[in-house]
């Protein structure tokens, strides 16, 4: 596997402990506010240390409690498109993609080409529309060439008509990339039409994974089908279909 992820965090009140891993694939984490998705993708990114447990990416260690390893931000070798974007506000687009770029790497006129922001490479943040940055973010974080995409609710600013624009850029995205993804939205459609596998978090654990039409068609308990809006749950539940049936 190309991510190992058994990591432990204690917050507060809260209590995570995830156990994951992830191919050449895209996943979405899903879940109610406060499930510990974001916190997640902040120990993948270094951004936040775990308490305990290990993060490895193509045999690579990034956080290993046991070892006393936890590799700073800048040499994991992730990208990461935050739910505001993040955008520097005093550099036009083609700054804000070259601040991100390697060197003797991807060169930042491709990217502009791959993301149609060509005409918009002298304009600053303030002046794009909600898809304009969108696309903008994104060039950013696969400026350094990284070999994992975080996204978190990249898309959930945007009306339907941006989001199905960038649900298909995306998709294009990693194909050209040829990269993973792991992406957090509260939207189950979106999920379902992106996803590869869904992991469902509640209260810090994964409670269920799997495709998006089993997580859909066949929750495993009432929360789920309650997130996904699944009103038949009783349907696909053993104890229930056992209860119908007698």
Do not use: W
């Not at 600053?124 to 696969?142: D, H, I, N, V």
């Amino acid at each position: 596997m190309a991510l190992i992820v058994k990591i432990k965090k204690h917050i507060n009140n809260f209590d995570l402990d995830v156990d994951f891993e992830l191919d050449n694939e895209f996943i979405v984490i899903f879940g109610y506010s406060g499930a510990g998705k974001s916190i997640t993708l902040n120990m993948l990114a270094g951004l936040l240390s775990p308490d305990k447990g290990i993060i490895t990416f193509n045999g690579k260690n990034y956080y290993n409690s046991y070892k006393k390893i936890n590799l700073p931000v800048q040499q994991r070798n992730i990208g990461y498109v935050f739910q505001g974007l993040a955008l520097f506000p005093h550099m036009t687009v083609k700054e804000n993609i070259e601040y991100g770029l390697k060197k003797n790497s991807i060169s930042v006129n491709d990217l502009l080409d791959n993301f149609n922001l060509h005409y918009l490479s002298n304009t600053y943040p303030m002046q794009l529309s909600g898809g304009e940055k969108q696309r903008t973010a994104f060039a950013r974080a696969l400026a350094s060439e990284p070999g994992l995409l975080l996204l978190d609710e990249p898309f959930s600013n945007l009306d339907q008509h941006y989001k199905d624009q960038m649900h298909s850029l995306l998709q294009k995205t990693r194909k050209t990339y040829n990269i993973p993804v792991i992406m957090i939205t509260h939207d189950i459609f979106e999920a379902c039409k992106l996803a590869d596998r869904i992991l469902v978090f509640s209260n810090g654990r994964i409670i269920q994974q799997g495709s998006p039409s089993s997580i859909y068609y066949k929750p495993t308990c009432e929360e789920i089908a309650e997130l996904v809006g699944n009103r038949d749950y009783r349907c696909h539940n053993p104890l229930a279909q056992k209860l119908i049936s007698n």
